[in-house]
């Protein structure tokens, strides 16, 4: 979690990179524990850019690279 990142309360981050002045809304999810993923071939780790905002809910799956908000 990069400086002035703000993770909000009931967020899981898990196996993440969450880059600088980046908002992570309440109840969002953003990776995923290598030993819940059924495929390894599935899993690495999330990538949320500088300054994005991921949305009360919303999920940043293993692997995925987010650059705009969602």
């Not at 908002?23 to 495929?39: F, Y």
């Amino acid at each position: 979690i990069m400086p002035g990142a703000h993770i909000k309360s009931g967020a899981v981050i898990e196996y993440a990179i969450i880059g600088e002045d980046s908002v992570i809304e309440e109840n969002a999810e953003v990776g995923m524990r290598p030993e819940n993923i059924v495929n390894k071939n599935e899993w690495g780790v999330a990538v949320v850019g500088h300054n994005v905002t991921v949305s009360e809910g919303a999920k940043v799956l293993p692997k995925q690279i987010i650059s705009e908000n969602i």
